[in-house]
């Protein structure tokens, strides 16, 4: 007991005495123990203090660690974003640089080839303004040997038909058919036949009949130029290819040639020599025939073949003694270039090679016209004395018949 009672209870040991000695040391020794109880609870508490302020502060240096390392990582990443994106803007600025230079490339390439397109079409536009000019020296010098052909070739035309007994029975003094004349074409031709076959009814007496082999047929470009009757159109774009043909001025001719009779009937003609310029003036001609007793025929040309351009036109007075005084009429049948020109209506239509139908119907009107025209009491025969205007060149049939009620004129 005296061992366990270390300090305050040691104490009352010596002060109250032995015998109280042992109840104080007993008292003292218990509130020891229970002090020193206390005391190691107290330091427990104090080391789980500690401990709970270590344990705080390691996970406040964890905590500091980790936020460290993430704003390193932040910034690391940042870092790297910025690098990556200072890379795609440059790599941005060198794209656009490279467009740009593209560009630039391209624009320049495109002002080349304006450059080169212009200088092309430039220099085509002055090929084609020396083509254009050779091409108008060509004319020029065609026209001039045309006009000097027409000139050697038609001026003597009469001479030749009096003094040789035998012409072509085409009567063109051409031999090629298919060479392209635009005489050929419009009613000079017409007229060069009907003065051919006068001059040759004339030099060789009696005409029993009139036969030509001009059976040729044209072909294109030149439908009407060639030396044929008709004008061929092969129409080889439509479904059902076919040919359709217009009747040219000389076709004309050759049927009022077939209208006069078998007899033939003295004509005289006076006609002016010359013309105001003293050139030789355009050839007038007339054909007369009669049957029985009843009716008269007559065919006029108006001859113009020293050059082929429009003639002159000439006033003309047919005086017929005859005994009909009363129920007499008369028709007429008409060529020239201005009323029966239909290779006129073709070259207006621009030279189609294949007309349309109201293409072929403008062209067809210009043929021999075969209807009516006025009545008989409205023909300006008087007396015996007809007056019309005939153009050079030109052909013109009359047929005066008694009791006869029909005027045609074409």
């Not at 609870?41 to 980790?66: P, T």
Request: with cysteine.
């Amino acid at each position: 007991m005296e061992e366990k009672g270390n300090g305050e209870g040691g104490d009352g040991v010596e002060e109250g005495g032995e015998e109280g000695g042992e109840i104080r040391a007993e008292v003292g020794g218990e509130v020891g123990g229970e002090v020193g109880e206390e005391k190691k609870k107290k330091k427990k508490k104090k080391k789980k203090k500690k401990k709970k302020k270590k344990k705080k502060k390691k996970k406040k240096k964890k905590k500091k660690k980790k936020k460290k390392k993430k704003k390193k990582k932040k910034k690391k990443k940042k870092k790297k974003t910025k690098k990556k994106k200072k890379k795609k803007k440059k790599k941005k600025k060198r794209r656009r640089e490279k467009k740009k230079k593209k560009k630039k490339k391209k624009k320049k390439k495109k002002k080349k080839k304006k450059k080169r397109e212009e200088e092309e079409e430039e220099e085509e536009e002055e090929e084609e303004e020396e083509k254009k000019k050779k091409r108008r020296k060509r004319r020029k010098r065609r026209r001039r040997r045309r006009n000097y052909c027409y000139h050697l070739l038609l001026s003597p035309l009469a001479k030749l038909v009096t003094t040789r007994s035998q012409i072509l029975s085409e009567a063109d003094p051409i031999k090629n058919w298919a060479e392209p004349y635009p005489w050929r074409a419009d009613a000079t031709y017409a007229a060069m036949l009907a003065r051919l076959v006068h001059a040759h009814m004339t030099g060789a007496g009696t005409c029993g009949s009139l036969s030509s082999d001009n059976g040729f047929l044209s072909y294109p470009p030149h439908p009407f130029s060639q030396r044929t009757q008709l004008a061929r159109f092969r129409m080889n774009l439509t479904a059902d290819p076919h040919v359709l043909f217009v009747r040219k001025p000389v076709h004309a001719a050759q049927a009022m040639l077939g209208k006069l009779a078998s007899r033939v009937v003295v004509a005289t003609v006076r006609h002016q020599a010359q013309d105001d310029a003293g050139e030789p003036a355009p050839q007038l001609g007339v054909i007369a025939t009669a049957s029985g007793s009843h009716s008269l025929s007559a065919l006029l040309y108006h001859s113009n073949e020293s050059v082929w351009q429009p003639g002159v036109e000439a006033k003309v007075s047919l005086r017929a003694q005859l005994d009909w005084t009363t129920g007499a009429s008369w028709a007429v049948y008409q060529v020239d270039n201005q009323l029966t020109n239909p290779y006129a209506a073709w070259v207006r239509q621009g030279c189609p090679p294949f007309p349309s139908a109201l293409q072929l119907d403008d062209i067809r009107a210009s043929e021999v016209c075969v209807s009516p025209y006025a009545p008989s009491n409205r023909a300006p025969f008087v007396a015996g004395v007809l007056r019309t205007d005939n153009a050079s060149p030109s052909v013109r049939f009359q047929d005066q018949e008694k009791r006869h009620s029909s005027f045609l004129h074409v």
